[in-house]
């Protein structure tokens, strides 16, 4: 094969499902010299009068390069051509909704911006899910009897923690020092994974971080709060507090939260909302399954945003797993149309965030699609971006 540049961008997507690949061998500015490609089962040569650059593939991913097929050259983006390829099975992750493993044992929650203990050595001996939305009506449905649980909010004993859709309830009654709303505590109510908070209008609940001031959660009654999961790192607490750079940390948590919702309740479109109640992304995914292989030489010139922090070393290559999503910006009353009709539908399912957080997501999305080739940054009219379901290092979020 032979296709024109002198530093070709390499951009990989295996798909582990499908056995499938899609291999795109980017133009170069310059666009002068021919350059003599080469595909192996395990790694890609690329020969130019200028020299040779190789990229060996990482462990457990194969292709097959008798399968090249579909070639073609796209302006702007370079050769594309698809083969068959095998990538060994990803882990699994921890899921945010089922830490029972982990429970009865110790462990500090840390503020996940500055690292400040929220909560220190607390024994956890109950973590669970709370049920889904309408969980009332369906006791309605099987009980011949009176609702026992009419009117009753479902509120954590002392030692336990409920895990909601991307939030975690924890009752804070014996700590000597608790994270202080900024208002008075306010009466609730009925409470699920989704229908978790209703308040009296005006209410000021905020819980807010007293080193860095973000928003980690908010107070639900006298005795329970509620924190994001974008905002809190649970851990062991014989273990020390993890640096993980914060745009890989909310991306994490997003993909993990999408990923178990879209598997246990088969939704897959999502409203990401601000503790406000407007409506900051729509996002739709895509697939869960996919290997990204990239060459990163071309990024040094990117203007980086700088509330972000970018942790992939220039002249590098990465391989990680992705959750494929696309999505629409709603800031601005730009898709309202679009995000009133995504409110109504019963099929959607809404995430609440800290408003700050969706408008950081919102940052991340569009620096994560701006580095994908320009073919693949668009879907219709919807965006697409890949987020990484896991931190530097593997750190999980939540137990691990």
């Keep these: 094969?032979?296709?024109?540049?002198?530093?070709?961008?390499?951009?990989?997507?295996?798909?582990?499902?499908?056995?499938?690949?899609?291999?795109i061998l980017g133009d170069s500015k310059e666009g002068g010299l021919p350059m003599a490609v080469s595909v192996t089962p395990s790694s890609l040569r690329m020969q130019s009068p200028g020299g040779c650059t190789e990229l060996r593939l990482p462990a457990g991913v194969r292709l097959a390069p008798s399968t090249c097929r579909g070639l073609q050259h796209v302006p702007g983006d370079g050769l594309h051509l698809r083969l068959h390829a095998r990538a060994e099975s990803r882990p699994e992750l921890i899921s945010v909704f089922n830490q029972s493993s982990q429970d009865q044992e110790c462990c500090t929650f840390y503020c996940q911006s500055c690292g400040e203990v929220i909560i220190r050595d607390r024994m956890l001996l109950r973590v669970l899910p709370l049920p889904g939305d309408n969980w009332g009506a369906l006791v309605d449905e099987w009980c011949c009897h009176p609702d026992p649980f009419a009117n009753k909010p479902l509120h954590p004993r002392e030692n336990d923690c409920f895990t909601g859709d991307c939030f975690y309830l924890v009752n804070l009654k014996s700590d000597l020092w608790q994270p202080r709303p900024e208002g008075a505590p306010v009466e609730t109510h009925h409470l699920s994974s989704e229908n978790h908070l209703k308040l009296k209008p005006k209410a000021n609940t905020k819980v807010i971080c007293k080193r860095c001031k973000v928003?980690?959660?908010?107070?639900?009654s006298s005795e329970t709060t509620k924190f994001y999961m974008t905002e809190i790192i649970i851990l062991p607490s014989e273990r020390n507090f993890p640096i993980i750079p914060r745009s890989q940390f909310v991306q994490s948590v997003l993909a993990q939260c999408v990923v178990e919702l879209s598997s246990a309740r088969s939704t897959f479109r999502f409203t990401i909302q601000g503790h406000d109640d407007k409506v900051y992304i729509l996002l739709w995914l895509l697939n869960s399954d996919s290997l990204v292989i990239e060459s990163l030489g071309q990024y040094t010139n990117i203007k980086k945003f700088p509330v972000l922090e970018d942790v992939l070393k220039p002249d590098s290559n990465s391989a990680c797993n992705a959750v494929k999503v696309l999505y629409q910006p709603c800031i601005k009353s730009r898709n309202a149309e679009l995000s009133s009709l995504w409110e109504n539908d019963l099929s959607v399912h809404s995430l609440t965030l800290p408003s700050t957080t969706c408008l950081e997501l919102l940052l991340i999305?569009?620096?994560?699609?701006?580095?994908?080739?320009?073919?693949?940054?668009?879907m219709n009219s919807f965006q697409v971006d890949a987020l990484p379901p896991e931190p530097p290092e593997k750190q999980q979020h939540g137990w691990s």
Excluded: D, I
């Excluded at 094969?1 to 499908?18: I, N, P, Q, Y």
């Excluded at 999305?365 to 668009?378: E, G, H, M, V």
């Design 215 to 220: 928003m980690l959660g908010e107070t639900v």
């Design 1 to 23: 094969m032979a296709a024109v540049a002198t530093e070709a961008r390499v951009f990989l997507e295996v798909r582990r499902r499908l056995q499938s690949a899609l291999l």
């Design 365 to 378: 999305l569009s620096k994560s699609n701006a580095t994908l080739p320009p073919s693949l940054r668009c």
